[in-house]
């Protein structure tokens, strides 16, 4: 790998850990960018959505609900990415909600665990009655479930810019032992050059 492409992957890594460390500490940002990131995604969708429908529309003359499917997303996005305040009031709840069912699932399905002879069942329901608990109490403290989303994400980006800089040591270390390799095999070619003068 070129060095240049290494101080890159290691200038990104700097740049994802100080953007990760700011998602920590803005939480309130960090949800809006959110906001903004859910309409860009509904609205490139739709968008992709849309070009599908235009170009199968004269073989699939029943693909009106496509149309209608990726209107309603263009819309949908436009409307998150120009009034993204509504989306950062639902998150939280979301999220929250997600936890609660998410926690309830696992602690029902650890039931299933425990029938068919698993030891340690026990561990995912206790991992399912947390959950579910914290999802309860985002519910009612939705301030908690702002600054869980924006720690779950800044952490994400801060382990995304370690991997970065993991990636560039791991390939040092590769290129290394290849040196080695290829020193190792000069010297053997050039013993067997002697053996046969």
């Not at 170009?55 to 120009?82: D, E, K, N, W």
């Not at 206790?126 to 924006?150: D, K, Q, R």
Request: glycine share 10%; net charge positive; with cysteine.
């Amino acid at each position: 790998m070129k060095t240049s492409t290494k101080i890159w992957m290691c200038l990104a890594g700097v740049a994802l850990v100080a953007l990760g460390v700011l998602c920590i500490v803005y939480p309130g940002t960090t949800l809006l960018s959110l906001s903004w990131l859910f309409g860009l995604f509904f609205f490139l969708g739709g968008c992709t959505q849309m070009a599908a429908w235009a170009a199968t529309r004269g073989f699939m003359p029943l693909s009106g609900l496509s149309f209608f499917s990726a209107l309603l997303q263009i819309i949908l996005g436009c409307v998150m990415l120009f009034h993204p305040a509504p989306v950062m009031v639902a998150l939280p709840f979301l999220f929250a909600f997600w936890l609660l069912f998410e926690g309830i699932n696992l602690a029902i399905g650890s039931a299933d665990f425990k029938r068919v002879g698993f030891g340690n069942w026990w561990i995912l329901c206790c991992f399912g009655v947390l959950a579910a608990c914290f999802g309860v109490y985002c519910l009612l403290n939705p301030a908690a479930s702002v600054e869980t989303i924006a720690w779950i994400v800044g952490i994400g980006i801060i382990l995304d810019g370690i991997g970065n800089w993991v990636k560039v040591a791991l390939v040092n270390k590769v290129e290394k032992r290849f040196v080695k390799l290829h020193d190792r095999l000069k010297e053997v070619e050039d013993i067997t050059w002697e053996d046969v003068k």
